[in-house]
């Protein structure tokens, strides 16, 4: 699917836009746990939103390869339409799935999500490591590969890790206070000299309410919806700041097929609600 997407973009051919955007579609709508992860063991078990019958006699293991993969294809669909939604998708994944085989003392392959008794016979599965290895070598690069996004016009800020950017036209932009820690960032401008630029931050479809920003302590009146950006284009100068408030709230998803299983999550998964499919 992913060269599907790439097909599409070298020769224009646009049964292969279609194809991975159907893909991308159906997987992360049908076949996506709230995790973020998909799959039983790298393959599909039951049919579309049938996520619950595989739990009580199969393993769920949501393997990383999978992840990862459609996270190196999100980013190809939102390169063609600077759509600020495949991030809600994206992040989730990266923060809940992606993270774990980067964790420095409890990486895993996989992100078990069966009941107690399978995780013991997942700890004895050592010869997936040997197959995923490579995968988790390049966990890495997925960590900052897709903070940025830029265009002529200045930068997208799509995912709110404490990172520094320095921009061709001589700019660095830096947020810190990581979400979803803490609900709230903050970015840093610096530049050689002031210049007119595009600030395009990622309002989240998981916020509460309407989020507030303060330019250098001073609040705006402009806001923007959840799934949206909020533009601030003006001329910035060094030492100028930009505060974000992200308001959360707890909330409860369920398994599509049996409302009885539940997860609580500090962010909602909104993507299944609100994404709406393209003829």
Same mark, same amino acid.
């Given at each position: ?139 890495? &690069?997925? %960590? $900052?590969?897709?903070?940025? +996004?830029?265009?002529? *016009?200045? /930068?997208?800020?799509? =995912? ?67 799934? &949206?950006? %909020? $533009?601030?284009?003006?001329? +910035?100068?060094?030492? *100028?700041? /930009?505060?974000?408030? =992200? ?33």
């Amino acid at each position: 699917m992913i060269a599907a997407a790439r097909r599409y973009e070298i020769s224009g051919d646009a049964r292969f836009h279609d194809v991975a955007d159907f893909f991308f579609y159906e997987v992360s709508t049908a076949r996506t746990y709230v995790t973020g992860g998909t799959s039983n063991g790298e393959a599909w078990l039951a049919q579309p939103r049938q996520l619950r019958r595989r739990a009580e006699n199969e393993r769920i293991d949501a393997e990383c390869c999978c992840s990862y993969n459609m996270l190196k294809l999100a980013r190809h669909l939102y390169g063609w339409t600077a759509d600020p939604r495949y991030f809600d998708y994206y992040e989730r994944a990266l923060l809940n799935h992606r993270s774990a085989p980067s964790s420095p003392d409890r990486a895993h392959p996989v992100l078990p999500l069966a009941h107690p008794r399978r995780l013991e016979d997942l700890r004895h599965r050592g010869s997936i490591l040997l197959v995923l290895h490579r995968h988790g070598r390049q966990e890495y &690069s997925k %960590l $900052t590969d897709s903070i940025y +996004w830029h265009d002529d *016009d200045g /930068v997208y800020v799509n =995912l709110f890790i404490p990172s520094e950017l320095n921009c061709p036209r001589g700019v660095s932009v830096a947020p810190g206070y990581p979400v979803p820690e803490q609900p709230r960032t903050a970015l840093t401008v610096t530049a050689d000299k002031p210049v007119h630029l595009a600030l395009r931050l990622r309002i989240p479809l998981w916020v509460a309410s309407d989020p507030t920003v303060k330019v250098n302590g001073k609040a705006l009146e402009a806001t923007a919806s959840p799934g &949206s950006y %909020l $533009t601030l284009a003006r001329t +910035w100068k060094k030492g *100028d700041r /930009v505060e974000m408030e =992200l308001p959360m709230r707890l909330h409860i998803e369920v398994m599509p097929d049996d409302p009885k299983v539940q997860a609580i999550s500090m962010v909602p998964w909104c993507w299944r609600a609100i994404w709406e499919r393209r003829d």
